[in-house]
């Protein structure tokens, strides 16, 4: 059976989240949700999809009934085609979408102001950023190292009816990416940034956030336009909102405005789950 409806958190709590697209029940790891579940068992009992983690990493999905296929979830006025993967996602972050509309805001004031905005969304996986600021007015370009992350960002544009819109479609590392950039003089008015704690580029390059954040922000620094703002998100231990300031500070000068804040969903049974933290920077 096909879906399209909202995306919606329903409830989390004792280690666990359960979200709903129209008639398919989620129930997935949520590690940072250490108070009890709101609702009863007895809707926790109807998830179809349940995914069970491995302690090898990754691990894998029951499901109670039919398996979700074609399944389309809207979000944030996008629709964002969704597939429980072996790792336990499901295809989009949803507490990024605050930072999609602070970065809307931010095209919307340059546009009136008669100025185009070129944004850089790294690390960009199925693509909400980059939709939703390519929706705003935008030129995009738009970097993952995963082949199969940038076909499924291509088909959320096409989902959209963006596939017309000024976006460059680039898998590479970003390291390597960043890198060659800066040798053609190529300038962004605002970088979007999600790295993982720990990835791999296309070559199987390493990357841990912990060793080469400021290696990483140092070289968005050298693409950054006058007046360009970065946002910068991560769900990494140890990060909190005044590490990535201080990080800000450290890379972008102390004359940028640097505000960090955690990253969130709202969830319906109430309350919010908070998922990462998040810095804008804004430089002079
Ligand atoms: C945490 S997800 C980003 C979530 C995304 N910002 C969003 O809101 O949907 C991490 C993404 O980084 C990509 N990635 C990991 N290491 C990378 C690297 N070295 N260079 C480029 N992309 C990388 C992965 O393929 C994955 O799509």
Redesign the pocket.
């Known amino acids: 059976m096909d879906a399209s409806a909202d995306y919606l958190l329903l409830d989390c709590g004792d280690g666990r989240r359960l979200e709903a697209v129209g008639p398919w029940l989620f129930d997935r790891q949520a590690a940072q949700a250490f108070w009890p579940r709101r609702l009863p068992d007895s809707e926790w009992q109807r998830a179809s999809c349940v995914h069970v983690r491995s302690d090898k990493g990754g691990g894998h999905w029951d499901f109670h009934g039919q398996e979700p296929s074609e399944l389309i979830g809207r979000h944030a006025g996008l629709a964002f085609r969704l597939r429980p993967t072996p790792f336990g996602h499901l295809g ?2 949803p507490e ?1 979408a605050d930072t999609w509309a602070r970065l809307n805001a931010f095209i919307a004031a340059r546009s009136a102001r008669g100025l185009e905005t070129e944004v850089l969304n ?5 693509g ?2 980059t939709l939703s600021a390519a929706n705003a007015g935008a030129k995009v370009c738009h ?4 082949k199969g ?1 940038v076909a499924w960002a291509r088909s959320n544009a096409e989902l959209n009816g963006l596939n017309d819109k000024p976006i460059r479609w680039i898998e ?4 390597a990416f960043l890198a060659r950039e800066a040798r053609r003089g190529r300038h962004y008015d605002a970088v979007m940034l ?3 704690t720990y ?3 296309p070559k199987g ?1 390493v ?1 841990t956030l912990e060793t080469q954040a400021m290696e990483l922000l140092a070289a968005v620094r050298a693409l950054l336009a006058p007046g360009a703002s970065v946002f910068f998100s991560c ?1 990494t231990p140890g990060f909190t909102p005044l590490v990535l300031e201080q990080l800000a500070h450290a890379a972008f000068g102390s004359d940028c405005k640097a505000t960090g804040r955690e990253l969130f969903t709202d969830c319906r049974s109430g309350g919010v789950l908070p998922s990462g933290v998040c810095v804008e920077a804004l430089l002079p």
Do not use: N, Q
């Open positions: 989009i972050f990024h790294l690390f960009a996986y199925t909400g950023g970097v993952d190292a995963s992350a590479d590392d970003c390291g999600d790295p993982p990835g791999r580029g390059e990357f769900h």
